[in-house]
């Protein structure tokens, strides 16, 4: 994921792999202006379908699993980035790029993702295709740094990963994502050995070097067409790598891309986060959610951790803390997409299925106040968020809660008050609850058996 710093703390380069950084991602990614609604008929239909979706996941896998560390950026040369000084630079790159050699996830389970996933009611998810750093996770025949050609695990059966990923959410019926780094700090064609690599962007002056930089977009281009054509029904190419765009003079040609990509998969949703404009089909906040209502489509990308990939001992968010962020965002008019790393040895593990178990404990019945619903001109009142049916019948109005608190026995809002005739009915059981109004306050008795340390819905019928 692209952030304007990482908080890094490097061990000694022995002791790396046993004893692994911890990266953890502070700040907010800011947002590029200039939403520009698409005109393809399928590509509004697709979009509208993903709007109504509302939760998703976000996969990050790969070499930097093993050693447990921050995906990536630990090989961009730039002042936020803090290594061992007893570390050459280019030391360092060796021994990140050769993680390729050890990556071996012999316990590779995409079923078992599938299953975890579906059970915590995601409807979507996005699966790293590739990152900054070039390791690919799908059997490209661009280059041959990929999981299915560099490494122990290219003789197993299952060697191309993301086909397998794809097709075990494929038969849960997700809406399938792929994420795609456009920058590849592995490619000769964008950080030429030549040249020092000072910072994320390409090392070389494109101007001067045409042809390599031609090069590098045919590189990118037919990546994409493969995993375009090669991995079934994708409903979403979600590029990542900001850099890369004609403002920073790093042009690759997206016209081109976005014709080519909907040539093979009709309707497909283009995510070129944080350029804006027409190749950004809806924005994508990091690590952060908007402080209003947008007027547009976008997704929060909210970590479980602190990291985007697996890291060793990680502490979990609670699953009071996930439901009462997507119940924010459901409200302001988004989606969130959850990130998860899976293990080094393909698994999702223990500490995120206990969270997500939870989650989905409360999303099977409680779902109807998050899925397919549109938002409602007063959608807050403290910890109380709103949602609405599309038909305008149904109101929603949810209690967030933190860990380690209790939602009261009494719940009172402002504004999107009942009137006479009307239904208020708790969304779990459909049980009918007793309400008054004083004013322009109401309040909602909710009975004793009710789980009170998670999250409650309400439903307003209208007469």
């Not at 792999?17 to 509004?44: C, F, H, N, R, S």
């Not at 915590?120 to 299915?148: E, L, N």
């Not at 459901?330 to 995120?352: D, F, H, N, Q, R």
């Amino acid at each position: 994921m692209f952030s304007k710093r990482i908080a890094m703390l490097m061990m000694s380069f022995a002791a790396l792999a046993a004893q692994p950084m911890l990266a953890q991602d502070t700040d907010v990614m800011e947002q590029a202006d200039g939403y520009e609604w698409p005109t393809d008929k399928k590509v509004i239909e697709k979009l509208n379908k993903w709007e109504d979706l509302k939760f998703g996941v976000l996969f990050h896998w790969g070499i930097y699993a093993v050693p447990g560390i921050c995906e990536s950026w630990p090989l961009c040369n730039e002042d936020w980035i803090s290594r061992d000084t007893t570390v050459t630079y280019q030391d360092y790159k060796k021994w990140y790029w050769g993680l390729s050699k050890v990556f071996n996830p012999i316990k590779f389970n995409p079923n078992q993702w599938a299953d975890v996933m579906e059970d915590a009611g995601m409807k979507y998810m996005i699966f790293t295709t590739k990152h900054h750093d070039g390791f690919c996770m799908f059997d490209t025949k661009q280059t041959t740094y990929s999981i299915a050609q560099d490494g122990p695990f290219k003789n197993n059966p299952q060697k191309d990963v993301a086909k397998y990923v794809f097709k075990a959410f494929h038969d849960k019926d997700f809406m399938i994502g792929a994420y795609f780094s456009k920058p590849d700090w592995h490619s000769q064609d964008y950080w030429w050995d030549y040249r020092a690599t000072k910072d994320r962007n390409v090392n070389y002056n494109i101007t001067r070097y045409p042809q390599r930089w031609e090069n590098f977009k045919g590189f990118v281009y037919n990546q994409i067409e493969e995993l375009m054509t090669g991995y079934g029904d994708v409903d979403i190419l979600w590029l990542d790598g900001g850099q890369v765009c004609p403002q920073n003079n790093q042009d690759i040609d997206m016209p081109r891309i976005a014709k080519m990509a909907r040539s093979h998969q009709p309707g497909l949703l283009v995510v070129d986060r944080t350029i804006g404009g027409k190749y950004e089909n809806y924005q994508t906040p990091e690590r952060s959610i908007p402080a209003k209502q947008l007027n547009h489509p976008w997704e929060s990308c909210l970590p479980l951790t602190g990291a985007w990939g697996w890291i060793p001992n990680a502490h979990f968010q609670p699953a009071q803390k996930v439901l009462s962020s997507l119940i924010e965002v459901v409200a302001k008019g988004g989606s969130m997409v959850l990130g998860v790393g899976p293990t080094p040895e393909g698994l999702i593990e223990p500490g995120v299925i206990k969270v997500l178990e939870k989650v989905g404990q409360w999303m099977d019945v409680n779902g109807k106040a998050i899925y397919s619903t549109t938002i409602t001109p007063n959608y807050n009142d403290g910890e109380i968020w709103f949602t609405a049916s599309k038909d305008g019948k149904k109101l929603y109005a949810i209690r967030a809660v933190k860990e380690g608190e209790t939602v009261p026995n009494e719940l009172e809002w402002k504004g999107n008050i009942p009137v006479k005739g009307d239904q208020v009915r708790l969304v779990s059981t459909g049980k009918h609850l007793r309400w008054k109004v004083a004013g322009d306050q109401v309040k909602v008795y909710l009975p004793k058996q009710v789980d009170k340390t998670m999250p409650v819905a309400i439903e307003i019928v209208k007469k």
